[in-house]
């Protein structure tokens, strides 16, 4: 994967958001404090959001460029994205949640990645029935992460998906994003204010403040540990 | 009870119905526009919108009638490509109880489509479904409740209009005689007794519809 992101501008309430970077991990984490404009990032890079200036391009397909006034819909970029708090569709079974994609006739190529698969490496084969309502936070989360997947996605956001997690959920989520990476092989960018999460799931790090990326590198670089288990950032 | 009771029941029951129908998709369609798009001219429209809500009836029927009437823009054009004349028929009674109707609609269409969290319009539109399907997979049975209360307000509303239909309808007996005309022209005539019958009537109904949306309401599509 190759996630050019050039000269992004997007105005914000009370800074703008201005990143310039490429990213190619098979994790890339971009970590900061709520309200630094991680969201917003990912938005952009979803097409849920239009940048002021920049330029947007992903394995040489042009997703947006302010100059020459390109701005590909959402739902023709083939970017999943899992925000914060799931939005799995209420009206809709588990099953009819995880096959909301396979119900549009896309173009392209078939998906390679089966509902049966997704199913068992997410363990979620026993709720596939089960209304939204009544499942718990981790089950939710798993459900959000397979109907993402099912779609086929070049590329895969994450928005602090752990966040309404407790620590020990966590422990037990954190395994089924590994195993993700692993039997689908779709890249994905992490966004969290959380330093253990990053640490246990990313590769190249993007710390973001205020809007703009202010340092870059790998965990090792960027996070040390302070109490066993749990990082923290390093001074810069 | 007699024929012509029933007769004027069914009736009004029917133009209500044909009317609410009539402003289902445009009412749903503005109370989306005012819900999720900002345009120029917004709030202008919003309050031309709901100027039948607030205005005297009375004084909505005259513009309908100045409108529709055979010297009337409407009315000429409507006389012209379909052969059709609207004021004092029952066509008239059907654009009257739409057009008083129409506000209470859209407002709460509006208030049920900004109920829905954008987040999972986002979402539908990040799994490949373009903005048709996102609004009627997501949008639209997400509001479901919403609208379907809102319609049978409108159709309640409707069941009773009197005003604006008095003027571009007329009364005419077995034409254009609702409940409500017929209440106040046997009154008028000192035939309260089969008044009491049509009031029965139209209590009934109302109460009907208003039961109906309840349940509609309780009963929760499969979540």
């Known amino acids: ?236 | 009870m007699s024929f012509e009771v029933w007769q004027v029941a069914w009736f009004t029951t029917w133009v209500a119905a044909i009317g609410t129908l009539l402003i289902l998709p445009p009412g749903i369609a503005l109370g989306w526009l005012l819900a999720r798009k900002h345009w120029p001219g917004k709030t202008l429209v919003e309050t031309l919108v709901t100027l039948p809500l607030v205005m005297p009836p009375v004084a909505t029927g005259l513009m309908l009638l100045k409108l529709f009437g055979r010297r009337g823009l409407l009315g000429r054009w409507c006389e012209s490509v379909f052969g059709v004349e609207i004021v004092f028929t029952w066509r008239a009674v059907v654009i009257a109880t739409a057009v008083m109707s129409f506000p209470l609609l859209v407002r709460t269409a509006r208030l049920a489509l900004e109920g829905v969290n954008p987040r999972y319009e986002q979402v539908a539109r990040t799994l490949g479904a373009g903005p048709w399907r996102v609004f009627w997979t997501i949008t639209l049975p997400l509001a479901a409740r919403g609208l379907v209360a809102g319609a049978v307000l409108a159709f309640a509303r409707a069941l009773g209009e009197f005003g604006a239909t008095i003027m571009v309808a007329g009364f005419i007996p077995g034409r254009t005689a609702t409940l409500s005309l017929s209440i106040y022209h046997l009154v008028q005539l000192s035939r309260d007794n089969e008044a009491w019958g049509l009031l029965a009537i139209s209590v009934a109904l109302a109460f009907g519809a208003l039961w109906l949306s309840e349940i509609l309401l309780r009963k929760r599509p499969s979540l």
């Open chain 1, 1 to 236: 994967m190759n996630l050019e992101i050039a000269h992004l501008h997007l105005p914000l309430t009370a800074f703008a958001l201005e990143v310039n970077a490429r990213l190619g991990a098979h994790i890339t984490g971009v970590f900061g404090a709520s309200g630094s404009g991680k969201t917003s990032l990912l938005e952009v890079i979803a097409g849920l959001r239009r940048p002021a200036a920049g330029r947007i391009v992903l394995d040489g397909a042009v997703l947006s460029d302010a100059a020459s006034g390109v701005f590909l819909a959402a739902e023709q970029r083939h970017i999943g994205y899992v925000p914060q708090d799931d939005a799995l569709f209420p009206h809709l079974n588990v099953r009819q949640n995880l096959c909301y994609s396979h119900t549009i006739d896309q173009p392209g190529p078939p998906p390679q990645i089966t509902y049966a698969h997704v199913v068992e490496v997410l363990d979620i084969a026993d709720l596939t029935e089960r209304r939204v309502a009544s499942l718990s936070g981790g089950e939710r989360q798993r459900v959000a992460f397979g109907r993402a997947v099912l779609a086929s996605p070049r590329l895969l956001l994450l928005d602090e998906p752990l966040d309404g997690l407790d620590a020990e959920l966590k422990q037990r989520v954190i395994p089924y994003l590994h195993t993700m990476r692993d039997e689908f092989g779709i890249p994905m960018v992490y966004v969290s204010h959380n330093a253990d999460e990053i640490v246990a799931l990313c590769d190249d790090v993007l710390l973001l403040e205020r809007g703009c990326c202010v340092r870059r590198g790998t965990c090792a670089d960027l996070f040390a540990v302070s109490q066993a288990p749990h990082y923290i950032l390093k001074p810069d």
